[in-house]
């Protein structure tokens, strides 16, 4: 059925400065159709690549996952370590005894101290070092030997 020419002036929206524009018409039932739709194929294909998977991990494992092995949750298997940074302390647990160690000094036995500390160790070296330095001023810089000239001939 053909529009009157009043039918489709009456859509037509005229702004404050002469500007024509039509209303915008969205139909909704479309989208809504479209979007349902879309949303039943998403569906179904989940349901496909789920049994997809399901039977071909049937085929590819008949008895089950295999048993865990022994060596798991184990600290080191062979030379990996299995646990994850966050969660392993072995590395900052040896530093801090190796730090602890080199500042409280060392012996042959428990308890007793034969040794300084790394602080008081670095102390002596200093003040050592200060103690040996020459106190002489730092002379005047030599001068380069002028050229000799040329004999004539």
Excluded: C
Aim: cysteine-free; aromatic content about 6%.
């Amino acid at each position: 059925m053909k529009k009157t020419q009043s039918e489709l002036e009456s859509r037509v929206i005229v702004g404050a400065h002469g500007v024509a524009a039509e209303e915008d018409h969205i139909v909704m039932s479309k989208v809504l159709a479209i979007g349902f739709g879309s949303l039943a194929i998403f569906a179904v294909g989940i349901v496909w690549a789920y049994s997809i998977q399901v039977r071909t991990m049937h085929e590819a494992q008949p008895d089950g996952p295999p048993p865990r092995p022994a060596a798991m949750g184990q600290y080191e298997v062979g030379i990996v370590n299995q646990r994850l940074f966050e969660q392993d302390w072995h590395a900052e647990e040896k530093i801090g005894g190796q730090q602890q160690t080199l500042g409280a000094g060392w012996g042959d036995q428990p308890g007793v101290k034969a040794h300084p500390t790394l602080d008081q160790a670095m102390e002596s070296v200093i003040a050592k070092s200060k103690a040996q330095a020459p106190q002489t001023p730092a002379s005047a810089p030599q001068q380069a030997p002028e050229p000799t000239p040329a004999p004539q001939q």
